[in-house]
Nanobody
Framework: QVLLAESGGGLVQAGGSLRLSCAAS????????MGWFRQAPGKEREFVAA????????YYSDSVKGRFTITRDNAKNTVYLQMNSLKPEDTAVYYC????????????????????WGQGTQVTVSS
């Protein structure tokens, strides 16, 4: 079992920035592809960003591309999501995710591919 714990959410004004962190348990953090998903009220949980096991490859949804950056530190068992130029439509609960699936293909960036989820952290962007 892998336990994931998000932190860093909060309330921010439009145009501002937040940095989310996800701390993972266990000795095998480096064996998982990691990602961030988000879910707004009344909407399905959607893909935001992903990063490969070694941290070399990254992938983003079109809605956040150029504004968000995902990174990981395998020595610290932690993945990050730097969010800049935040918009009110970014408001959602953000979930950290771990999977053994290959996320290089956009078709695999779905909740069904995720093996472990964090508890979520609320991000609210005021207009």
């Amino acid at each position: 079992q892998v336990l994931l714990a998000e932190s860093g959410g909060g309330l921010v004004q439009a145009g501002g920035s937040l940095r989310l962190s996800c701390a993972a348990s266990g000795r095998t953090f480096g064996s998982y592809n990691m990602g961030w998903f988000r879910q707004a009220p009344g909407k399905e949980r959607e893909f935001v960003a992903a990063i490969s096991r070694g941290g070399i490859s990254t992938y983003y949804s079109d809605s956040v591309k150029g504004r968000f950056t995902i990174t990981r530190d395998n020595a610290k068992n932690t993945v990050y999501l730097q969010m800049n130029s935040l918009k009110p439509e970014d408001t959602a609960v953000y979930y950290c995710a771990a999977t053994i699936s290959d996320l290089s293909n956009v078709a695999r960036r779905t909740t069904a591919a995720i093996n472990y989820w964090g508890q979520g952290t609320q991000v609210t962007v005021s207009s």
